[in-house]
């Protein structure tokens, strides 16, 4: 189930850990924040303890981990804190950490989720303000072989497929075909590294607190005795074990996709930095840091671009109406107190746009949550289907003699209330021709330039029966 109001926590709660790479012991406190405030991390080690947001713009390195960077002040490998707050739907939250990079617990999600619902999750009163997909967007690169692929999708969707070459690992794939399946299919899913890389990490001033304990270590191949006693003082252990192939002193996999299953966690966890939620059907082919960002900056882009090719219409007062409501009247059946739409503003021959003005005077408000007077989304569609029943009637020579009956309605989402004093405007746009007296349209409503509501809707014409010989 996808959450359509924004949700926090109910109460601070913290946890303490060491960074994978620096070794130093951090504690991070996650608290409450109000609605459209979104995640932010917050350094309250530093003189003016900086704010950065969680945004892929932000990002400056992508080595073995996510670091976000505002001014002088970083948060390095945020990846599976993010995941985990994408994957328990919380929108709004502020993460004050006191070190420059977030434990990494186990090398999972899993402490993370533990905590946050410790916390306890709170619905808030906003709406969550998520983009549906309308087409695919791809992301490729050619050289290493990666490639991202975002399909429409009625929720959020994902699935990686690794493949490392690898005789231990194979080739893998894993989905989260649902985001409520997160905290038992991918959280507990711990990060992975070949045993040929722990050298080189080490000695470029990497994995200081890397353990055995937060870490799959795959052995691709045979060891020395000499390489064995230089790893186990690597990770500070008396002795190690290693076996010809497989895993570092045989740590038991949580599934036998687990390294397919924590790429999907750190996807999750770095597309979280688009900052909006999405619809979509998610496919990443040997996803990574690095492309997993590229990947949400294209998709950033892309959002910020079809938002601004729908924005509320221009609405002067001063500028005659197209019809007023006796000109509405004249074309549309309906009559007080079922005429929702005052005056329509602006018409042609792909598009209209409806105006209504909600006064404390309206008669749904006398029996609809009283004391709390909100438009009722049933009405807010009504007034869509009036203002739609222009832009189909006006065409006709005798308007008068039709009716517009709605047979269907689609991907209605209600994102924000109407409340007594608000002038709502409603949009209604052409999708295909009028074929056989069947017509369908996109809705839009606003009030302001806030998106309050959204459908779309199929009609049919048909002449008014006393007039059918």
């Known amino acids: ?20 790479h620096t070794g130093q012991n951090v504690t991070v406190k996650f608290l409450p924040a109000p609605p459209n405030h979104g995640i932010k991390f ?7 303890k900086p704010i950065i947001n969680a945004d892929c713009d932000l990002v400056t390195t992508v080595q073995r981990g996510t670091t976000l960077e505002k001014g002088n002040a970083m ?46 999750i709170q619905e808030q009163s906003e709406e969550r303000d998520i983009f549906e997909l309308r087409q695919n967007i791809h992301y490729a690169d050619k050289d290493s072989g990666v490639e991202y692929l975002a399909m429409p999708s009625n929720r959020y969707k994902v699935t990686a497929l690794i493949d490392y070459k690898s005789e231990v690992l194979g080739q893998q794939h894993a989905t989260l075909d649902k985001v409520n399946d997160f905290k038992k299919e991918i959280a507990p899913s711990r990060t992975f590294c070949f045993l040929h890389e722990l050298e080189m990490l080490y000695d470029a001033g990497l994995i200081r607190g890397g353990d055995l304990n937060n870490a799959i270590i795959v052995v691709d191949k045979p060891v020395s005795e000499e390489e064995r006693v ?22 038991e996999l949580h599934h036998h996709n687990e390294p397919a299953r924590h790429k999907l966690l750190d996807v999750i966890g770095d597309l979280g930095l688009i900052g909006t939620p999405i619809n979509a059907n998610i496919i990443a082919t040997k996803p990574g840091h690095k492309h997993n960002v590229e990947f949400a900056k ?11 090719k729908d924005p509320a219409p221009a609405y002067d007062q001063n500028v005659p109406p197209v019809y007023d409501a006796t000109g509405i009247e004249k074309i549309l059946p309906h009559r007080y107190p079922f005429l929702l739409i005052d005056k329509i503003i602006s018409l042609n021959e792909n598009e209209v746009v409806g105006v209504k003005n909600v006064t404390m005077n309206e008669e749904f408000f006398r029996g609809h949550f009283p004391g709390n007077p909100i438009m ?21 020579p005798d308007p008068q003699n039709y009716d517009t009956y709605f047979i269907k309605i ?14 709502v405007l409603f949009k209604m746009e052409l999708i295909a021709p009028m074929r056989r007296g069947f017509i369908e349209m996109r809705g839009s409503a606003y009030v302001g330039n806030k998106l309050v509501s959204e459908a779309e809707m199929m009609a049919k014409i048909q002449r008014k029966p006393e007039l059918v010989n």
């Open 75 to 120: 948060v390095a490998t945020v990846e599976h804190l993010m995941s985990s707050l994408i994957g328990l739907q919380i929108d709004n939250c502020l993460v004050q950490v006191d070190g420059i990079e977030i434990p990494i617990m186990d090398g999972s999600a899993r402490y993370f989720v533990e905590a946050l619902e410790k916390a306890g």
């Open 410 to 423: 689609d991907k209605v989402k209600f994102k924000n209330k109407v409340v007594p004093g608000d002038t």
């Open 376 to 396: 009722p989304g049933v009405l807010q569609l009504e007034a869509m289907a009036q203002t739609g029943g222009i832009l189909v009637l006006h065409k006709l």
């Open 42 to 48: 917050q350094r309250i080690d530093l003189p003016e």
């Open 230 to 251: 230089k790893l186990a003082a690597l990770f500070n252990k008396p002795d190690i074990k290693v076996v010809e192939e497989g895993i570092l002193n045989n740590v």
């Open 1 to 20: 189930m996808t959450h359509s109001l924004q949700q926090t926590i109910k109460q601070e709660v913290s946890l303490t850990g060491v960074g994978l």
């Open 298 to 308: 294209v998709l950033k882009q892309h959002i910020k671009q079809e938002r601004l």
